[in-house]
């Protein structure tokens, strides 16, 4: 069984910056997708950032050039670097991470990290 360990989350005051970090019990390498979602109180769950197949990176428009998803293989670990933080960023960040056994997509979800921007 895949576990996802995330860290990083703070508070931090608007404009400041953080990085979250995804820790995999094993090898990324086998994931076909791995990203970030954030769900903010009374919200939906949406995504934030992800990487498909280790080299195409999406964001949501809302924190485009200003986040950016990287990943490590050698630490089995995926960041997100978050600059420029607003307020409107305040939620529980969730990394995920897929991929396919027996032709099915299997997703796995870590237990999330709170970030509050607040000045």
């Known amino acids: 069984q895949v576990q996802l360990v995330e860290s990083g989350g703070d508070l931090v005051q608007p404009g400041g910056s953080l990085r979250l970090s995804c820790a995999a019990s094993?090898?990324?390498?086998?994931?076909?997708?791995m990203g970030w979602y954030r769900q903010a109180p009374g919200k939906e769950r949406e995504l934030v950032a992800g990487?498909?197949?280790?080299?195409?990176?999406v964001y949501t428009d809302s924190v485009k050039e200003r986040f950016t998803i990287s990943r490590d293989n050698a630490k089995n670990t995926v960041y997100l670097q978050m600059n420029s933080l607003k307020p409107e960023a305040t939620a529980v960040y969730y990394c995920?991470?897929?991929?396919?056994?027996?032709?099915?997509?299997?997703?796995?979800w870590g237990q999330g990290t709170q970030v509050t921007v607040s000045s």
């Open positions: 995920k991470a897929s991929r396919i056994i027996d032709f099915k997509e299997e997703n796995y």
């Open positions: 990487i498909r197949g280790g080299i195409t990176r």
């Open positions: 094993g090898s990324i390498l086998s994931f076909i997708f």
